[in-house]
């Protein structure tokens, strides 16, 4: 028998990889995957940062600073209606114990006279006048953030068809002048802080001008029911604004109208002054009522 010639088939033999080959295929495996979940994760954050940074850049354009308050921007126009509905939403009553008004987070108008008139003013004239803004309070809505007034029906009227707002029942359109007097040309929403914060500004605004136009160096008893009465008249003409104070009359509050002169007086005897609050200086057709109607005007 012959012997076979055929040599059995030699496969290669495989080199074992070394102990760093193996680490750097493990190394590019994992810093691979790292790779992906540090893209994953941290672009995700990134993302949200952005997101985060968009909505506070929207935060912003909504809301504006004043006086450490922040209030909202109103996005709803100029239309009387939607000023209603959306004070309406805010049924709030303040509950009222001395000048300290139990709110939630709301800064009152009463509050504010201790922290924006502290220079210039007496203790008197700072306490009386916390009772004017609580006898206003009272007197216009029962210190109800959310009330409306009655519908004007009189259509001479330039508030015709429109109600009043709020705890300090500002009508409509004198809340959007007021508001771009105040806050540079933009228009707030009428939240309690905002109504809180207009009002003062209105009441602080109409004091120093009566003072000045009343005083005439007496003694601050002796003028105090002349400028609240005609704070009173002013308040409820609602014609007052600073822009036009020149064309003013302040719409004649020397008892000019019988219905001014109620509003006045039932403001002043909130206040505790008797009944007959009015005195020589104010009643209509003296002398020092023309004097003081004709400085008014010069104003």
Request: contains cysteine; charged residues 35%.
């Given at each position: 028998?012959?012997?076979?010639?055929?040599?059995p088939?030699?496969?290669?033999?495989?080199?074992p990889?070394e102990?760093?080959?193996?680490?750097?295929?493990?190394?590019?495996?994992?810093?691979?995957?790292?790779?992906?979940?540090?893209?994953?994760?941290?672009?995700?954050?990134?993302?949200?940062?952005?997101?985060l940074?968009?909505?506070?850049?929207k935060?912003?354009?909504?809301?504006?600073e004043?006086?450490?308050?922040?209030?909202?921007?109103?996005?709803?126009?100029?239309?009387?209606k939607?000023?209603?509905?959306?004070v309406?939403?805010?049924?709030?009553?303040?509950?009222?114990?001395?000048f300290?008004e139990?709110t939630?987070?709301?800064?009152?108008?009463?509050?504010?006279?201790?922290?924006f008139?502290?220079?210039?003013y007496?203790?008197?004239?700072k306490?009386?006048?916390?009772?004017?803004?609580?006898?206003?309070?009272?007197?216009?809505?029962?210190?109800?953030y959310?009330a409306l007034?009655?519908p004007?029906?009189?259509?001479?009227s330039?508030?015709?068809?429109?109600?009043?707002l709020g705890?300090?029942?500002?009508?409509?359109?004198?809340?959007?002048?007021?508001?771009?007097?105040?806050?540079?040309?933009?228009?707030v929403?009428?939240?309690?802080?905002?109504?809180e914060?207009?009002?003062?500004?209105?009441?602080?605004?109409?004091?120093?001008?009566?003072?000045?136009?009343?005083?005439?160096?007496?003694?601050?008893?002796?003028?105090?029911?002349?400028?609240?009465?005609?704070?009173?008249?002013?308040w409820?003409s609602?014609?007052y604004?600073?822009?036009?104070?020149?064309k003013?009359?302040?719409?004649?509050?020397?008892a000019s109208?019988?219905?001014?002169?109620?509003?006045?007086?039932?403001v002043?005897?909130?206040?505790?002054?008797?009944?007959?609050?009015?005195t020589d200086y104010?009643?209509?057709?003296?002398s020092?009522?023309?004097?003081?109607?004709?400085?008014l005007?010069?104003?």
């Amino acid at each position: 028998m012959s012997e076979s010639t055929e040599t059995p088939s030699q496969e290669p033999i495989k080199k074992p990889r070394e102990w760093y080959d193996v680490l750097g295929v493990a190394y590019d495996y994992w810093s691979e995957k790292a790779r992906e979940a540090w893209e994953r994760i941290f672009g995700e954050s990134r993302a949200k940062r952005g997101e985060l940074r968009k909505e506070i850049e929207k935060e912003r354009v909504k809301y504006v600073e004043k006086d450490g308050f922040r209030f909202k921007l109103w996005e709803g126009g100029e239309d009387p209606k939607k000023l209603e509905e959306y004070v309406a939403g805010h049924p709030e009553r303040v509950e009222v114990k001395r000048f300290n008004e139990k709110t939630e987070g709301v800064v009152t108008a009463a509050r504010m006279v201790d922290q924006f008139m502290k220079d210039g003013y007496g203790q008197d004239e700072k306490l009386w006048m916390k009772h004017y803004i609580l006898s206003e309070s009272s007197c216009e809505s029962d210190h109800d953030y959310g009330a409306l007034g009655r519908p004007i029906r009189n259509e001479s009227s330039r508030y015709f068809g429109t109600r009043a707002l709020g705890r300090y029942q500002v009508m409509p359109k004198n809340w959007v002048a007021w508001s771009k007097e105040i806050f540079d040309g933009k228009v707030v929403a009428p939240t309690p802080q905002a109504q809180e914060y207009v009002a003062f500004v209105r009441f602080k605004s109409m004091y120093d001008r009566s003072k000045e136009a009343i005083a005439r160096g007496r003694p601050f008893e002796k003028y105090r029911k002349d400028v609240f009465y005609s704070m009173a008249c002013v308040w409820y003409s609602g014609h007052y604004s600073e822009v036009n104070i020149r064309k003013l009359d302040w719409n004649i509050v020397l008892a000019s109208s019988g219905e001014i002169d109620s509003y006045a007086q039932g403001v002043l005897n909130e206040m505790g002054f008797a009944e007959t609050a009015g005195t020589d200086y104010i009643k209509w057709g003296g002398s020092r009522a023309k004097e003081y109607l004709k400085k008014l005007r010069k104003r």
